[in-house]
């Protein structure tokens, strides 16, 4: 966002008119006007900080604005590695958060849907001059070199390990798989635990209820899916949290359920399935009706050589769709996706 429009958006967030700011703050309407417009250059510190102040702006968003206006002077657009602004409800991970405020390089991991992106932003709300760059969007080696000096980089979705990395104080990393970089400490993302899954939902609703419990279940834990399910229930008043695990234990329409506005689990599982070799989906399809699978099970139901069954699951494994079943060699799809498979729009 530029440093026009973000301040234009705080001060509509703030609901204050152009006469209201300038009072506030000391700045004339006619300066302010002229900033959210484009028109003018940069504002010098002691301005930015007398907006701010009036705005009542919280620290991350005081150094976000600072940063977009230091982008304007310079010529950069801030749109191409904003961090995308930090949930008000974001739960747990107290142990993950306190890793990332320790590590220079990490490589958050994990399964579709699992929260990664929204820890790295949620770490970086503390951090002044954090840049956000999803490597999914354009050359990322070009975008690496036009962004300012900065305390932090979260480069977001990527696929393989970016290189060379950016001079910057940290370097966080969120994959689906677990990639190799050289002096990163590997954060494998799960699942929330129970009592943090119930309590998320109640954050999103705004009301606690024993069911959501049930329905943190039915979800299997992943934040993806408890925020469509919070997202559910809060934008229908007439729906309870009962209402809603009932919906949600008919597996064949599950992850129909699951479904808000532009989140869907199914469409983030679609992306992840796309992105693996022909064998491993096929495997995929094979295994999805058992309760759990050996490699020389693998071998049988696709019929590759044992040697090359095991490739396949160590793909699986790589892109964090299957898990270890409790016995040795043995595995299991994750809940999601088994649903997709099952039950998924073909």
Same mark, same amino acid.
């Given at each position: 966002?530029?440093?026009?429009?973000?301040?234009?958006? +705080?001060?509509?967030?703030?609901?204050?008119?152009?006469?209201?700011?300038?009072?506030?703050?000391?700045?004339?309407?006619?300066?302010?006007?002229?900033?959210?417009?484009?028109?003018?250059?940069?504002?010098?510190?002691?301005?930015?900080?007398?907006?701010?102040?009036?705005?009542?702006?919280?620290?991350?968003?005081?150094?976000?604005?600072?940063?977009?206006?230091?982008?304007?002077?310079?010529?950069?657009?801030?749109?191409?590695?904003?961090?995308?602004?930090?949930?008000?409800?974001?739960?747990?991970?107290?142990?993950?958060?306190?890793?990332?405020?320790?590590?220079?390089?990490?490589?958050? +991991?994990?399964?579709?849907?699992?929260?990664?992106?929204?820890?790295?932003?949620?770490?970086?709300?503390?951090?002044?001059?954090?840049?956000?760059?999803?490597?999914?969007?354009?050359?990322?080696?070009?975008?690496?070199?036009?962004?300012?000096?900065?305390?932090?980089?979260?480069?977001?979705?990527?696929?393989?390990?970016?290189?060379?990395?950016?001079?910057?104080?940290?370097?966080?990393?969120?994959?689906?798989?677990?990639?190799?970089?050289?002096?990163?400490?590997?954060?494998?993302?799960?699942?929330?635990?129970?009592?943090?899954?119930?309590?998320?939902?109640?954050?999103?609703?705004?009301?606690?209820?024993?069911?959501?419990?049930?329905?943190?279940?039915?979800?299997? +834990?992943?934040?993806?899916?408890?925020?469509?399910?919070?997202?559910?229930?809060?934008?229908?008043?007439?729906?309870?949290?009962? +209402?809603?695990?009932?919906?949600?234990?008919?597996?064949?329409?599950?992850?129909?359920?699951?479904?808000?506005?532009?989140?869907?689990?199914?469409?983030?599982?679609?992306?992840?399935?796309?992105?693996?070799?022909?064998?491993?989906?096929?495997?995929?399809?094979?295994?999805?009706?058992?309760?759990?699978?050996?490699?020389?099970?693998?071998?049988?139901?696709?019929?590759?050589?044992?040697?090359?069954?095991?490739?396949?699951?160590?793909?699986?494994?790589?892109?964090?769709?299957?898990?270890?079943?409790?016995?040795?060699?043995?595995?299991?799809?994750?809940?999601?996706?088994?649903?997709?498979?099952?039950?998924?729009?073909?």
């Amino acid at each position: 966002m530029t440093f026009a429009s973000l301040l234009r958006s +705080h001060r509509r967030a703030a609901r204050m008119t152009l006469r209201d700011l300038a009072d506030a703050s000391g700045v004339s309407a006619r300066a302010i006007s002229d900033m959210e417009r484009g028109h003018s250059t940069a504002p010098q510190q002691r301005t930015l900080d007398a907006l701010a102040a009036a705005l009542t702006l919280s620290p991350f968003d005081r150094a976000a604005l600072t940063e977009a206006a230091a982008a304007a002077k310079s010529g950069l657009s801030r749109t191409a590695y904003a961090p995308p602004r930090d949930v008000p409800d974001f739960t747990g991970r107290a142990a993950e958060l306190a890793l990332l405020s320790t590590s220079r390089r990490v490589v958050i +991991h994990g399964q579709p849907g699992v929260g990664k992106t929204a820890l790295a932003v949620h770490a970086a709300a503390a951090v002044p001059q954090a840049h956000f760059l999803d490597c999914r969007a354009g050359d990322l080696r070009a975008r690496l070199q036009k962004i300012p000096a900065a305390a932090l980089v979260i480069l977001d979705n990527a696929t393989a390990a970016p290189v060379p990395l950016p001079p910057a104080t940290a370097v966080w990393i969120t994959s689906r798989r677990r990639l190799p970089v050289d002096g990163a400490t590997h954060l494998h993302l799960k699942p929330l635990p129970p009592p943090e899954s119930a309590a998320l939902l109640t954050a999103i609703t705004g009301t606690p209820d024993p069911a959501a419990t049930e329905v943190a279940a039915y979800c299997g +834990h992943v934040p993806l899916a408890l925020r469509i399910a919070g997202n559910r229930i809060a934008g229908r008043p007439g729906w309870t949290m009962t +209402h809603l695990a009932a919906r949600l234990a008919d597996e064949p329409r599950r992850l129909a359920t699951l479904t808000a506005g532009d989140l869907s689990v199914e469409a983030t599982l679609a992306q992840a399935f796309a992105a693996l070799s022909a064998p491993a989906r096929a495997l995929c399809q094979a295994i999805a009706k058992l309760p759990d699978f050996t490699p020389g099970i693998a071998a049988t139901v696709t019929g590759l050589p044992e040697s090359e069954a095991n490739d396949v699951i160590a793909e699986l494994i790589d892109h964090d769709l299957i898990h270890p079943a409790g016995e040795a060699e043995s595995y299991r799809l994750h809940p999601l996706p088994r649903m997709n498979i099952l039950f998924g729009v073909r």
